[in-house]
T-cell receptor, first 112, second 113 residues
Framework: QKEVEQDPGPLSVPEGAIVSLNCTYS??????FMWYRQYSRKGPELLMY????GNKEDGRFTAQVDKSSKYISLFIRDSQPSDSATYLC????????????FGAGTRLFVKA | KAGVTQTPRYLIKTRGQQVTLSCSPI?????VSWYQQTPGQGLQFLFE???????NKGNFPGRFSGRQFSNSRSEMNVSTLELGDSALYLC????????????FGEGSWLTVV
């Protein structure tokens, strides 16, 4: 079983829709949670960073962490065609060395 | 502030050859991590260097190696290339403390023929 599970999609939505992207994990030591966006043939860029449980909002993006369920989510409101990309969840722990584990990435298509 | 710079961006090598990829981290960042990204396996952690020392290593064969210099710049080397080594190799830098976010370069696209 992988430490981080993420549905690779693809996920196709119409412009303006609310998008929900999710990851589950097995390592209860994870405390730092991140979402990256990766456009085709580009490196991943950091979108959201959350420490421990709770919500964090940045513009149209909201990140949620539920440590009791080992479940994290990224919501995109009013989705735009420019949001079409692969979204990767990532997480790291305070122990076991400095290593960030990534999900497989979800491919998102927003149709105009 | 300049981002993470990787060179070369694209390269084609023949099976059996070796390749060296270079990474310049964000100024002030002391940790450099390397990842391999393929369509089938996603982002796989190769290794991480901090202050010239390898601090973490992923599950890759010994053909994959790296090093970090005193100015924090890093190189990774793959010897005896195999077709399956064709991938996007990403370098990421951070301050190096637990919980610090990592920032990626644009990657080096390696094709092995």
């Amino acid at each position: 079983q992988k430490e981080v599970e993420q549905d690779p999609g693809p996920l196709s939505v119409p412009e303006g829709a609310i998008v929900s992207l999710n990851c589950t994990y097995s390592n209860s030591a994870f405390q730092y949670f991140m979402w990256y966006r990766q456009y085709s043939r580009k490196g991943p860029e950091l979108l959201m960073y959350t420490y421990s449980s709770g919500n964090k909002e940045d513009g149209r993006f909201t990140a949620q962490v539920d440590k009791s369920s080992k479940y994290i989510s990224l919501f995109i409101r009013d989705s735009q065609p420019s949001d079409s990309a692969t979204y990767l969840c990532a997480m790291s722990a305070n122990t076991g060395g400095f290593k960030t584990i990534f999900g497989a990435g979800t491919r998102l298509f927003v149709k105009a | 502030k300049a981002g993470v710079t990787q060179t070369p961006r694209y390269l084609i090598k023949t099976r059996g050859q070796q390749v060296t990829l270079s990474c310049s981290p964000i100024s002030g960042h002391r940790s450099v991590s390397w990842y391999q990204q393929t369509p089938g396996q996603g982002l796989q952690f190769l290794f991480e260097y901090f202050s010239e020392t390898q601090r973490n290593k992923g599950n890759f064969p010994g053909r994959f190696s790296g090093r970090q210099f005193s100015n924090s710049r890093s190189e990774m080397n793959v010897s005896t290339l195999e077709l399956g080594d064709s991938a996007l190799y990403l370098c990421a830098s951070s301050l190096g403390e637990s919980g610090n976010t990592i920032y990626f370069g644009e990657g080096s696209w390696l094709t092995v023929v």
